[in-house]
């Protein structure tokens, strides 16, 4: 999905949730804000908006359950530290547990991980560089590989480690 059409599916469920909740009909034409250009009208704020109500007109209380229900799901799932410390953890292997496609497994998740420049960031201030840094000593070349491959990645998004490479 491109940025563009992310950006176009947001407004589109935007739009939604606003005619759910004020029983007023949708615009003729979608307003979307965007670096490209902006196109329509966004529509005036539903007072209870304004005034900082929530809006449940129109939801059924079977809804307003299952909406609860995702809200606590979606607040159970693993932070993105969390994900970063339990990849660390298998590309480390202090126990000697793990065998070498684990480790690259967990290296390649921690590069996607910090293709996001807040998780890139925040693993560097938890002073996780530091240890995939560790990992180029490795005699594994696939463990180096990849660790330079999370390094590379991460840099590419954050100044601090830009200038704590060079």
Known sequence: MTWRTA?????????????????????????????????????????????????????????????????????????GMELMRTAMDGALDVNRTLGLDARVASLLVLQELVEDIDNARDLGVAGGFKEVLKLLQSDEVRIQSHALWVLGTAAQNVEEMQRHLC
């Open 7 to 79: 950006v176009r599916t947001i407004a589109l469920l935007s739009l939604a949730a606003t005619t759910l909740a004020t029983d007023e009909p949708a615009p003729q034409q979608i307003a979307v804000l965007s670096a490209a250009g902006n196109v329509g009208e966004l529509p005036a704020p539903a007072d209870a908006w304004s005034s900082g109500h929530t809006v449940s007109r129109g939801l059924s209380p079977e809804r307003l359950a299952e909406l609860k229900e995702l809200q606590e799901t979606l607040d159970s799932l693993p932070s």
